[in-house]
Every structure is written in structure tokens, then in C-alpha cells.
């Protein structure tokens, strides 16, 4: 679920029964999803096909590319 925080995104994650407020993103920076050359570098840099865990910043990140 996705709360409002200011500029940076904040995810409220849930996993095995505990919950984490997980902040991620840079305030100041738009992204360029749309963009195919941009999205297919990003996700190869950060890996996001191994992204599994909810607690990290680097799956929500993903998520939203």
C-alpha cells in the first residue's frame, strides 16, 4: 500500500505478519519510464528480475519501473 511522504515514494509492506515503512527514490528526480532504452538499463543495473524481497527499496523500486 502506498502512503504519501513527502516527494520520495513510501511503501507500507507486509510480510510474514510484520510490517515496514520503506522509503525509497530520489525527491528531486522524475523517471523516465517510458522510455524503452531507459527502462531496460535500469532494470539491468538494478537487477530487478531477482528482486523478491518486499522489505527492500530495490523491489519497490523496480515495481515501479
Excluded: L
Excluded at 11 to 20: L, S
Excluded at 34 to 46: L, T, V
Aim: aromatic share 10%.
Amino acid at each position: 500500500r502506498q502512503i504519501s511522504g513527502g516527494k520520495k515514494f513510501v511503501v507500507k509492506a507486509c510480510k510474514n505478519g510484520k510490517e515496514k515503512i520503506i522509503r525509497f527514490g530520489d525527491a528531486n528526480m522524475t523517471i523516465k519510464k517510458n522510455n524503452p532504452a531507459r527502462r531496460r538499463s535500469f532494470r539491468a543495473r538494478h537487477r530487478c528480475d531477482t528482486a523478491n524481497d518486499k522489505f527492500s527499496a530495490r523491489y519497490w523500486s523496480c515495481k515501479k519501473w
